[in-house]
């Protein structure tokens, strides 16, 4: 992923393995800023492959939108937040994060210093 700055991946069923794969060019890659994977069904354990990668990399926005992310998923992507110094922006939206969970993403963009663009 030499040079490439922005990936739109939507839409396009990618599977864990090749998630994987994409978490680890991701996290060597010294150029690519923005990356959309929404409306992939990624589910809780795409969101803990990509969080396990997202701090390491230089990625300033991340779509998750329609990612099939649930409870799980939005826990790991919350220490994500707490630890990437370049991510500034987070989209979420169309997923199933509530409650406590929702609470939690918050609190840890509110504690962030300076605070992401987070879409819930």
């Known amino acids: 992923m030499l040079g490439v700055m922005s990936m739109d991946l939507s839409q396009n069923c990618i599977t864990i393995e090749e998630l994987k794969i994409l978490a680890k060019a991701l996290q060597n890659s010294a ?5 959309s994977l929404a409306k992939n069904y990624l589910g809780d354990e795409g969101a803990a492959i990509l969080s396990a990668h997202i701090a390491e990399s230089k990625l300033m926005s991340l779509n998750l939108f329609g990612s099939g992310i649930k409870e799980e998923g939005a826990k790991a992507l919350a220490s994500v937040i707490s630890s990437s110094t370049s991510l500034t922006h987070l ?3 169309y997923n199933a994060v509530r409650g406590e969970t929702k609470k939690m993403l918050e609190a840890a963009n509110a504690a962030r210093v300076p605070q992401l663009v987070l879409v819930l």
Do not use: K, P, R, Y
């Open 31 to 35: 150029t690519l800023l923005e990356l």
């Open 91 to 93: 989209n979420l939206q």
